[in-house]
Every structure is written in C-alpha cells, then in structure tokens.
C-alpha cells in the first residue's frame, strides 16, 4: 500500500437480539456512514418493540451535523452541543462499544459507554506495527506476531471509557491520518455525576450510626411500592427507615431488571428459530442468570421470575470443578430450593456445568486469547468459569427430585438463552469485597468510599471487558443489573452506612443494603450468605493452584491469583 494512502477496514458480527428484521454488520447508511456498534440503548433514546436499536443510532448519528474543523474553519469547534455524535451517545442508557465513520467529515469516532460494560481493544500505531487497529476480542493469532515473536499481551490494551474522535481530511498530508486523538467530554450532567461517584454522605454523625444500627427491617414480601421520599433529591442524600431504602433500591433492580428481559429487546426470529424445532413455547428459555445460589445472583434470579412472563423457563448456570462438593454448586441448590419455595409456579433449570480443569488444555488457551490483555492467573480462572457457565452445557435433573436422592434422574441440557444476567457491580457498590473491610478497619468511612470509587472507576478495566468477551464468545450477551445508569444513582444517594456496616460480621454488614433487599424478595437464607468470588467458589481456584504450583500453600505463598502468565507453556 502507497504510503501517502490511508485505508479504512470494518468488520462486524451481529449477536442480534432486538428488532423484527435481520439486520448484518456494518451498518451503511445512503450517506455511506458506517456503523459497527456493539450494545443495547435500554432508555435515553426511544426505541419502539419491533425496532433495531442499532438502525436507530445510525439513523440519529446520520441526521448530526459534521465535526471536523476543515468544514467549519475554525480549530476550536469540538463537535459538541446538542445534536453532536458526542451528545447522541451521551444519552444512552445501557451498554455499548462503538466505530463510526462520518463520511461528512471524515472523522473516525469509537468509543465505549462510561462504564465500560461492552469490551474495545485497541492497538495505537507504533515504529514495529503503524496499523491503528479497534477490535471487541483480541484475534487468536496475528500475522505481525507470527512474523516478529511479539505476544499478544503487549499488542492491545482495554480502551479507556468515553468518546474519541479522529480527523482524517487533510488534504495537504495527501489523505494521511491527522494524527491526533481526540477525547470528547460526556454531554450529559447526570452520567457525569455517576462517573465522579461521589456519595454526599460518607461519615456519620455517633447519633445516625445508633439509629442506623438500632432500627429494624420491616419485611413486606408483597410490596414493592416506593415511599417518593426515598428517592434522591438536589438538597441531599435519602434519609429514610431502612425498609423505605431498601425498596427504593429494590424498585430499581427491578426496573433494571424489567429493562434487561422485556420480550421486546429480544429478535423475534430467535424464538422462531426455536420454533421451528418443534419446541413447545412453554419450554423457550429467552434469560439465563449466571447462578452461584449467592446474594447477588438470587436477588437477580427472584426479579426475572417477577418480570419475565410466567411461560417462560429460566436457566440457572452453575459451573463446579468440584462436582457436588464445590461451594457454589451446594448453595445453588439451596438457593433453587429457596427460589422454588417464592415462586412455585415457575419452572427453574438449574443448569450443573461441570469442569475438569487438566483436562481443558485447548479450552484453555482458547480463553487465554478471549481474556488478553488481561494476563493473570485469577484472569485466566475467572474467565474460563465464565466461559462453561456462558456455554450452558451442563445437567438438569428432574424438577420434582430431592438433590439428596443419589438415584435422582438427570438429563443432558444445553441453554439456548441468548442473554445471561449477571451480577457484575454489587460488589464494588456495596462494599462486598475483603479490601473493603480492611480499607475500613485501618483507616475510616471515607477510606472506604475512597476504595469503593476506585473500584467503580476501574471495573471497565479489571472485570468487564474480559467478562464481555469471555461470554460473548459463546454467543451470548452479558447484562447486568447492577449496573444500570439507575441503579448506581440510587445507591450513590443513599448515606455510605445505610448501604454497608463494616463493624458487623461477614454475611450480615457487608452489602447491607443489599441483604436488606433480598428480606424484601423473601430471600431470607440468601440474604445470610457470606461473600465468595466465582474463582473460589467454583473450585477453579483450588484446581489452577494444585496444576500449575503443586499445591494451594505453596500458591498462597507465591500470591499466585496476581501471578502474571509469563508463557504458554504454563497452560500445556
């Protein structure tokens, strides 16, 4: 290729789940705008039942005027204000990577939402390899790594939230990018407020603590009305009895929940695909939960059965490396026991994926690639327990059967569910991690917050692009509750020790309010259960550390869920 030339390439593929229609990737429109777009607009821009949502941003992009400073004479317009592709993507609510050419002003804008809940890679242009390459999953293998010895690890890098821009009309550098990227800043004020997360109330006064730890939950199992003086408001932060803070909170999961599951985000010709199969509509299963029987899962599990039409099947995907003995797999099944006791009409799969970990060489590797540039050996156990759970490939046994009966009836199961809900955010949120109570315990509340907000800040770049990527490879598409643009703001607005209590034991402060919640569902067991991450949880862990360091003390002792992967070798 010429070197005064610059050539543009898009490739998309489509996990397609809204609209009427099949639509293929990229999107062109008359004008030759292209669009490769990754996401789900679940409010901020209206789109009606039998709508693809991603026809309808490129519709709304197409009508913005154009942005580069070669049309509008000046160096200083943006492409900002109202109208801008900046604004149009600012209103969004929901998750979304995207790559759009403006043919107008030959501009290149990607980007991802401010939460980083769709995965972007990117890699920027270096002396060794000058492509400018965006992609959603690191290729397997690249011709430039075959050819110079390079590792993909050093290759892609997560791409920041937020929105950018390139320039590409420059007529006096014959075609050549301009050179410079540039970041555009959010138009909406609400979103930027969730970006800064910061709380209004973080310390307590001694009185509001007393309060706080001496009033009781009132538990009402049939109400989830919302007292209008729970809501957050410009004077400052909810005060309010814990009941009427927990069902604000409760109203928005469910609200979320509700966004995430409505038929109508879902392409029909799915359902006709299964249809055709001579599967009876009783038996489609359109939502899975990606399912440990933990707090946060069975809060999700207990809302879909409240939002999902009651026809509906609801697949909860458990995967163990330790047959019945792993500690997901036996509180999945008191957690399905519970779930059956507070809605006994609705038919639960509990779906029991099981894994041996030696015995997944190219499974392995396969999710080495998927969770790249991520490179750790807790990155690497995660992600291939998400990967089986996102596959669905596991057992049923019969819904009537007694989980202690060893002649229980089981039954090979494949989840056909395109969409997995998944608890990714309650954690960060609610203080539900270790580091939190250390944090709390050898400095203050505020060092807390300071944690927690590190914690929501970084999510794009620790979890959720690996997490996207690991279950998107199966074809399904991650969503997750927790964190939708309304669920943030009303945990923000509630005071720091309403929300957690650190001074109290695990399974009971921590996440809090959150447990407060689940009383509300009925959920009393679940609302008890201590904190376990899926790596320990699901055994993988244990498995990784014996396979790849002889042992869990001698893993302990190389602290070896931050161990860097250095070679292949290590997963032959």
Not at 40 to 50: A, L, M, R, S, T
Request: hydrophobic share 40%.
């Amino acid at each position: 290729m010429p070197s005064s030339a610059a050539e543009l390439h898009f490739f998309g593929a489509s996990l397609q789940l809204r609209g009427i229609s099949p639509i293929v990737q990229p999107l062109i429109n008359s004008s030759q705008n292209i669009l490769v777009y990754n996401g789900e607009i679940f409010g901020g821009i209206d789109i009606g039942g039998e709508e693809n949502d991603g026809e309808v941003l490129l519709q709304l992009l197409g009508e913005c005027r154009s942005c580069s400073p070669y049309l509008h004479n000046t160096n200083n317009f943006d492409g900002m204000g109202e109208g801008s592709v900046p604004d149009i993507l600012s209103r969004i609510k929901g998750p979304w990577a995207i790559i759009y050419w403006q043919e107008s002003s030959k501009t290149l804008w990607f980007g991802r939402d401010a939460f980083g809940r769709r995965s972007l890679l990117v890699h920027w242009p270096t002396v060794a390899d000058s492509r400018f390459l965006l992609s959603s999953v690191s290729p397997v293998s690249s011709d430039f790594e075959a050819e110079n010895g390079t590792t993909k690890l050093s290759f892609w890098e997560e791409l920041p939230c937020g929105i950018y821009s390139i320039s590409i009309d420059a007529p006096k550098l014959d075609g050549l990018f301009l050179g410079e990227v540039k970041k555009h800043e959010w138009t909406n004020a609400i979103l930027e407020e969730l970006i800064k997360w910061e709380r209004t109330s973080v310390e307590p006064k001694p009185e509001e603590l007393h309060i706080s730890s001496s009033k009781t939950l009132t538990r009402k199992h049939d109400s989830h009305s919302v007292n209008s003086d729970a809501l957050p408001s410009k004077s400052g932060p909810m005060q309010a009895s814990n009941s009427v803070l927990a069902q604000a909170v409760l109203m928005a999961l469910k609200e979320s929940v509700m966004r995430r599951s409505s038929l109508h985000t879902i392409f029909q010709a799915g359902r006709h695909d299964v249809e055709n199969e001579l599967v009876v509509e009783n038996e489609l299963v359109p939502v899975a939960v990606l399912f440990s029987g933990g707090l946060d899962s069975m809060i999700i599990a207990a809302l879909l059965h409240e939002c999902l039409d009651p026809s509906y099947d609801i697949d909860l995907l458990n995967v163990s490396f330790d047959g019945r003995s792993a500690p997901d797999r036996i509180s999945a099944k008191a957690g399905l026991n519970e779930l059956r006791r507070i809605a006994p009409t609705r038919k639960w799969k509990l779906v029991e994926i099981d894994a041996d970990l030696p015995t997944l060489t190219f499974e392995t590797k396969h999710v080495m690639s998927l969770i790249n540039p991520a490179n750790t050996y807790m990155d690497l156990n995660i992600g291939i327990a998400l990967w089986l759970a996102a596959g669905g490939d596991g057992w049923v046994y019969e819904e009537n059967s007694n989980y202690n009966d060893e002649d229980r009836q089981c039954i090979k199961y494949k989840s056909k569910a395109r969409i997995l809900l998944v608890g990714s955010g309650a954690d960060e949120q609610c203080a539900g991690y270790g580091r939190h109570r250390t944090k709390y315990r050898n400095g203050s509340w505020l060092a807390l917050h300071e944690e927690m907000k590190l914690d929501m800040q970084r999510i794009w770049k620790r979890n959720l692009g690996r997490d996207d990527r690991c279950i998107a490879d199966n074809g399904k598409e991650a969503r997750f509750p927790f964190l939708d643009e309304d669920v943030i703001k009303i945990l923000l607005g509630i005071p720091l020790w309403e929300v957690t209590n650190l001074d109290q034991p695990s399974g009971v402060g921590d996440k809090k309010i959150l447990r407060e919640v689940a009383e509300l569902l009925g959920l009393s067991e679940a609302a008890a259960l201590p904190k376990r991450a899926i790596q320990f949880g699901s055994r993988i862990a244990r498995e990784s550390n014996r396979k790849n360091y002889g042992s869990n003390r001698a893993a302990n002792q190389a602290s070896a869920g931050s161990a860097v992967i250095h070679k292949q070798l290590d997963m032959a």
